[in-house]
């Protein structure tokens, strides 16, 4: 989708709501898939810092629970909300749980996969905790590895806000 914005989308909250992603232009957007029994899943920890750090800037985080890797996310969108508050006292929205590649991945994850591959061009996700950050323009900026540790990203949200 040449040209898309994070606005052409929409994703889905546990529960089923589909919300559109159009209130995100004008704001700096991470979008990560994530698990909770990953050796990543201490991220989440990193992730809502960030969060409060920025959050009254204009960042936003979309966390979207993916079992496709190891099957590291078993649970419902319930328990998985649960887990988040419970564990890492999470105040981010945690959408529900999805597919990030092959036919069932939703256009929001075909699209920031095609707008920002990975290493050697592939588009497919590797693992749990692959982030994408979103401009203000509503464009992608850059993808980021499960490794990448979210205070690693603070200088590229700030020159983003």
């Known amino acids: 989708m ?3 914005t994070i606005a052409d989308f929409t994703a889905r909250q546990p529960g089923g709501e589909e919300i559109a992603l159009a209130d ?7 979008i990560v898939n994530t698990a909770s029994k990953c050796g990543f899943t201490p991220q989440y920890e990193g992730l809502e810092a960030l969060w409060r750090r920025y959050g009254a800037q204009g960042f936003e985080i979309l966390a979207f629970p ?9 649970g419902t969108a319930e328990e998985i909300a649960s887990f988040c ?5 999470l105040t981010f929205p945690v ?15 075909r699209w920031l996969k095609a707008e920002a591959p990975g290493v050697l061009g592939t588009e497919a996700i590797k693992w749990n905790f692959t982030k994408f950050l979103i401009g203000r323009d ?24």
């Open 2 to 4: 040449t040209g898309a």
């Open 24 to 30: 995100r232009l004008g704001k700096v957007v991470l």
């Open 95 to 109: 959408m529900d749980k999805i597919e990030v590649n092959g036919a069932g991945a939703p256009p929001l994850w």
């Open 138 to 161: 509503g464009k992608v900026v850059r993808r980021y590895a499960p490794t990448d540790k979210p205070e690693s990203l603070a200088a590229d949200i700030e020159a983003q806000l």
């Open 85 to 89: 508050q419970v564990n890492y006292g």
């Open 66 to 74: 993916c079992n496709q890797f190891g099957a590291q996310e078993p």
